[in-house]
């Protein structure tokens, strides 16, 4: 019994329950008793607290602090349902007309970024275009020697490239670059070459550029969203989805049945980024929910308390900035939290399988084949590809 207690009295005191929990709720409560003040007047509760006597004062001090406990220990237990709701995976008939839209919403982003990220090259193509035709002019050129090119030809079609500005269009490119193609149907090719070094810097400019752009929209489609089956109604649930399916796309790696087992493979020392980056999550979540949670109770409690529908109106509102940007916070955190969940996937995965008595992989293929039996084993109880020592005890 002693020990219970204390064990009790100590985890008040862990970093998770004080900051993702305890510190959201101790807030909340003091914003809604911020709030009654108000209502109510500073003087007259001023008053009221001066009148108490001490052991009254020490009563609801006391009040108020196991009020706060037991309100962390509450949002402990739902943190679960908050991350649920939070992540567009809630089931309740309440939301599922707004997460359908939430869900429209994110399938529009999905495909807006799949299009970025497997639009065609254009500007690759254009530069063979471009060799071609100058190919061609020079085949369709005259016998002989060719002459060189004028300078006040040289310094027009210099100038104009110069003139061509890094938001400078398809059709704009393309037009120039059909005026230098045809240079080399009349000039020789060693006096077009300071034009021909030019047209090349400002295709290769925009060849990288393009390039660039689509590398960046496939690492955004594949850190922002999982799987296109797994699409989510809000930014948090695919972001989760999205770091939940890395290890598979990857390795054959079933996160959701070895991430308990591979996180014991993991040194404690080293569990302090991943576990303060969840701290950091739950903290955000909390004041989101706690958020959402005093803005309801505003616009339906409030008019109750006393009736000034402009005051309970401003503070909702007020109550659903901060949530909104609390929300946002935890959009933030969970994609770190999903960028150090990546990295032990990468780096312990090996170890769990050491662990699990499997021979070290050669190769990636390899590696995969062995995730895949592993997985058919923990998942549906499949041996028939399995054939592994087992430790001695």
Known sequence: MPWALFESITGLFDKRFLFAAYLPTVIFLLAIVLTLTGVVGWGSTFDWWASLEATQKAA??????????????????????LVALWSGTFEAPLVRDVYALGEWVQRRRYDRLTRAAEQPPVWGPLLTAFRTKAANAMTAAAT??????????????????????????????????????????????????????????????RIDREEQSGRDARVRRNRCF?????????????????????????????????????????????????????????????????????????????????????????????????????YRLAVVCIDQYGDIYRSFV??????????????????????????????????????????????PL
């Open 226 to 326: 999982g799987p296109v089956a797994t699409i989510r109604a809000t930014r948090f649930g695919n972001i989760v989805q999205a770091y939940i399916a890395y290890p598979f796309s990857r390795y054959r790696f079933e996160s959701e049945a070895f991430w308990p087992a591979l996180r014991s493979t993991v040194p404690p020392e080293a569990l302090g980024p991943l576990d303060d980056s969840r701290v950091y999550v739950d903290f955000s979540i909390g004041m989101a929910s706690y958020g959402g949670l005093f803005a309801v109770l505003s616009m339906l409690g409030g008019p109750w308390i006393w009736w000034s529908p402009t005051l309970w109106v401003g503070l909702a509102g007020a109550a659903g900035v901060v949530s909104y940007g609390f």
């Open 346 to 391: 990468d780096l312990q995965r090996l170890a769990l399988m050491k662990a699990l008595h499997r021979a070290r992989p050669l190769t990636l293929r390899e590696e995969r084949e062995q995730w895949g039996q592993l997985s058919q084993l923990v998942l549906y109880g499949d041996t028939a590809a399995l054939d592994f020592p087992i430790a």
């Open 144 to 205: 002989g020697s060719p002459k060189n090119a004028p300078p006040h030809v040289l310094s027009r079609r210099l100038a104009a490239l110069r003139h061509l500005s890094a938001s400078a269009g398809l059709a704009a490119v393309k037009a120039e670059s059909d005026r230098v193609a045809a240079l080399y149907q009349n000039f020789a090719v060693d006096s077009l070459t300071d034009v021909y070094a030019r047209l090349l810097a400002i295709l290769n400019e």
């Open 60 to 81: 609801l001090s006391a009040g108020g602090v196991g009020l706060s406990i037991i309100g962390a220990y509450v949002l402990t237990g739902v943190r679960p349902a």
